[in-house]
């Protein structure tokens, strides 16, 4: 089963627009909730990640905002630009020891964005 | 040179034939996986080690064989492919007191 449902599959957005992925996670033991970006031909590399303690965690003109009650976090790209175009994954896993580095990801969703 | 590199790049493979893909590391990390990327799944653990005398088995290791030959490589093997191996594999790095996974850049298998 899909511990880590993350949608939409696709969205495309407009240069300038805010571009929004959502993601839901079951297993109440995740306390550790990356996004990774990948662009064509290359390797999935770490955007932004959030630990359980806060709600939201801001980085430039990337946001994830969590909702520890309703098992859910979201991406959200502010001013978004054509060279934000990349396939995303939210993930989720432990934070300690034995947990790091085994990640669940989600589906993916292709972001376009354009000019 | 890029830190975690993946050999070969693309390989097509006919069903029942051995296949390894090869990864090493310039990054110094203790902890290498090897994860699976299909369209519409993400990507999923097939097989990780913390060091290397400890391989432990992911969540799809089913066809799947490691070997970590030292600190900086780890290789994965197909024994007898087939089809619905087709896939997009990465391996990554990490440090063992960090929850950041490096990746390499991958290495598509199609199995006909």
């Known amino acids: 089963q899909q511990q880590v449902k993350q949608s939409p599959q696709s969205l495309i957005v407009q240069k300038g627009g805010i571009s929004i992925i959502n993601c839901a996670y079951e297993?109440?033991?995740?306390?550790?909730f990356p996004w990774y970006q990948q662009f064509p031909g290359k390797g999935p590399a770490l955007l932004i990640a959030?630990?359980?303690?806060?709600s939201e965690k801001k980085e430039g003109r990337f946001t994830i905002s969590f909702n520890k009650s309703a098992k859910q976090f979201s991406l959200h790209i502010m001013d978004s630009q054509p060279g934000d175009s990349a396939t995303y994954f939210c993930?989720?896993?432990?934070?300690?020891?034995?947990?790091?580095?085994?990640?669940?990801f989600g589906q993916g969703t292709i972001l376009t964005v354009h000019p | 040179d890029a830190d975690v590199t993946q050999t070969p790049r693309n390989r097509i493979t006919k069903t029942g034939k051995r296949i390894m893909l090869e990864c090493s590391q310039t990054?110094?990390?203790?902890?290498m996986y090897w994860y699976r990327q299909d369209p519409g799944l993400g990507l999923r653990l097939i097989y990780y080690?913390?060091?290397?005398?400890?391989?432990n088995k992911g969540e799809i290791s089913d066809g799947y064989s490691v070997s970590r030959q030292a600190q900086a490589k780890f290789s994965l093997s197909l024994e007898s492919a087939i089809p619905n191996q087709t896939a997009l594999y990465f391996c990554?790095?990490?440090?063992?007191?960090?929850?950041?996974?490096?990746f390499g850049a991958g290495s598509r298998l199609t199995v006909l």
């Open positions: 990054k110094g990390h203790d902890r």
């Open positions: 297993n109440t033991a995740f306390d550790y």
């Open positions: 080690s913390f060091d290397v005398k400890d391989i």
């Open positions: 959030i630990r359980p303690d806060v």
């Open positions: 993930a989720a896993s432990g934070d300690g020891g034995t947990s790091y580095g085994k990640l669940t």
């Open positions: 990554a790095t990490s440090l063992s007191g960090a929850n950041v996974l490096t």
